[in-house]
């Protein structure tokens, strides 16, 4: 069965610096999302993403924020000066249509 | 804004039937979803249900719409250690999905 999948599982990055969390949706998908779960909390929408660009964003999706599609498979998350604050796990989800597909996750840190 | 609730905890007893319920706001949402979060792991999409349903049946799994007062439930047949897990209710607005805080499933022997 077709799948989301997201690396790495888990990055630990210092306060300031550029992470790139990498996701592959599902194959014949045309819509893929962001979404972020702060430990203890909601999962919150960041961003959704159709025709290679930006569909939606919410108030968290910020300048230090971007998101790209580089070649036809992957799907990529930037956050360019991270901090303390964006400690969570980050999904990324894919649909067709009706059905959004989660991935399992990665786990940043900001230590 | 839209706003998704539902109850953090419920204990069932092995076998018996699990009943998880949701309200939600957006009267313009037209599909509202049920995922599983296993501990660690990702959102497991269960179900969903169309807004112009009244209910859909998926095996041991059981969801109930009441439009008119914005109340979604899941439930769960002669539940199984498992079905242990939290259980997100989520509503479609505005092609993003709109979270509830889960509801944490706890089996009792």
């Known amino acids: 069965e077709p799948e989301v999948t997201q690396t790495p599982s888990h990055q630990v990055t210092q306060m300031g610096q550029e992470v790139i969390l990498r996701c592959v949706p599902i194959?014949?998908?045309?819509?893929f999302y962001w979404y972020r779960q702060i430990l203890g909390q909601k999962v919150e929408f960041l961003v959704s993403f159709y025709n290679n660009e930006i569909s939606e964003k919410s108030e968290i999706f910020d300048d230090q924020f971007s998101v790209e599609r580089p070649d036809g498979s992957n799907f990529t998350l930037k956050i360019r000066s991270t901090k303390l604050e964006d400690s969570a796990m980050y999904f990324c989800a894919s649909t067709s249509e009706y059905e959004q597909y989660f991935g399992p996750g990665t786990r940043l840190t900001v230590t | 804004g839209e706003d998704v609730e539902q109850s953090l905890f419920l204990s069932v007893r092995e076998g018996d039937s699990s009943v998880i319920n949701c309200t939600y706001t957006d009267s313009s949402s037209t599909y509202l979803y049920w995922y599983k979060q296993e501990p660690g792991a990702g959102l497991q999409l269960l179900t969903y249900i169309f807004s112009n349903m009244d209910m859909k049946q998926d095996q041991r799994l059981t969801v109930l719409l009441n439009k008119k007062d914005k109340h979604l439930s899941l439930r769960i047949a002669d539940t199984q250690t498992g079905d242990s897990a939290i259980y997100f209710c989520?509503?479609?607005?505005?092609?993003?999905?709109?979270w509830g805080a889960g509801t944490k499933l706890i089996i009792k022997p």
């Open positions: 989520a509503e479609n607005s505005n092609y993003q999905l709109i």
């Open positions: 194959s014949n998908h045309l819509y």
